[in-house]
């Protein structure tokens, strides 16, 4: 199964800047997965999600409201990521 990384947000500014804090992290990381940014509203709900953004780990939230802090992203990947 391919390994995916998503932020998932409603488009909004505060959600943009956790996708690029996010994409960042993984970039340090090394990580051969690309972080993708998921802007749908029906996906948010399909989650169970009742805020945004949120980060997935391989379809699943793993954290969920924005968070600047860069290694408490990089903990979530790492431990929903097994690395």
Sequence with gaps: M????EVIG??????????????KAAQEM????KV???ADVRRIAQMGLM????????GKPVLVG???DMEKI??????????
Excluded: H, M, W
């Excluded at 391919?2 to 990384?5: G, L, M």
């Excluded at 488009?11 to 804090?21: A, Q, V």
């Excluded at 090394?30 to 997965?33: E, G, K, N, R, V």
């Excluded at 805020?51 to 391989?58: C, Y």
């Design 2 to 5: 391919d390994k995916t990384i």
């Design 10 to 23: 409603s488009g909004c500014p505060t959600c943009k800047k956790f996708y690029e804090i996010a994409a």
């Design 30 to 33: 090394d990580l051969d997965i």
């Design 36 to 38: 993708e940014y998921v």
């Design 51 to 58: 805020r945004s953004p949120a980060l997935a780990i391989n």
């Design 66 to 68: 924005f968070t600047p």
């Design 74 to 83: 990089k903990k979530a990947i790492r431990d929903n990521l097994q690395l």
